[in-house]
């Protein structure tokens, strides 16, 4: 695993960073001369268990209530199709609603007002990634032309046991750094002082945009594994 490796601060030498007893700053006991201190990262990879979709509905009218109701009545529809294969409602969530005006500019005439869209996005988790193209296909058939895909994501409904062992990683990661500057600096490693834990943010898995049911009909959603990533940092004392 790459890691970025901080360094090691001595006392003897003056603006290393370092002190000693009586001085200010911090303090180091027994045989400490001071601190090695690096960023060890790790990842493992698991089958994700869930996937959450991101699906809506745009519709176009010559009034805001006609583009409305129209929008209502396609959202309504699939998330239907997702309850009907099994999807439980706490699992479906509006995640967005918008009106606008849909505007066009004509030579001589400047902005007008040709009508109006209407827009709702659902959020929907379904926690059988292996039938989720059959469910997402007929989501957007039942939604027809108004319905827009806008991605997916494959996570864990319960990230802690891959997280535990990315982190395994990550320690054995930074122990390796430190143990390495430990011998160039000629000393060894004595207790740790602090670890600090970060995860790794991890990055959606996007489809494109799809503006025909058709379009969708051809589609494999293949699960695959899916990496979850740890860093940490650990200071540990140096001894002579």
């Not at 998330?79 to 066009?104: E, K, M, P, Q, Y």
């Not at 827009?119 to 007929?138: E, F, N, Q, Y």
């Not at 319960?158 to 930074?174: Q, T």
Request: aromatic residues 4%; charged residues 20%.
């Amino acid at each position: 695993m790459p890691t970025e490796a901080e360094g090691f601060t001595d006392p003897s030498r003056p603006g290393e960073g370092g002190s000693v007893v009586g001085q200010d700053g911090p303090q180091f006991y027994g045989g400490a001369i001071g601190t090695v201190s690096v960023t060890g990262t790790g990842a493992a990879e698991a089958a994700p268990d869930l996937m959450v979709v991101s699906i809506g509905v745009e519709c176009r009218a010559e009034s805001v209530e006609a583009a409305w109701s129209r929008a209502g009545s396609s959202s309504d529809t699939v998330a239907s199709t997702f309850r009907r294969h099994g999807v439980a409602g706490g699992d479906i969530r509006t995640t967005g609603l918008n009106v606008r005006a849909d505007l066009v500019w004509r030579e001589g005439e400047g902005q007008s007002v040709t009508g109006y869209v209407a827009a709702s996005t659902l959020t929907v988790r379904l926690r059988a990634p292996g039938s989720a193209s059959a469910v997402i296909s007929d989501a957007v058939q039942a939604g027809g032309n108004d319905v827009r895909l806008n991605g997916l994501e494959l996570t864990f409904a319960d990230d802690a046991e891959v997280r535990a062992r990315a982190r395994e990683a990550a320690w054995l990661d930074a122990l390796r750094s430190a143990q390495q500057f430990a011998r160039l600096a000629s000393g060894r490693l004595g207790r740790v002082l602090s670890i600090t834990d970060t995860v790794a943010p991890q990055p959606p898995v996007p489809l494109p945009r799809m503006q025909r049911a058709a379009s969708v009909e051809a589609l494999s959603v293949e699960a695959g594994e899916t990496s979850a990533s740890v860093a940490i940092r650990v200071v540990w004392e140096l001894e002579a």
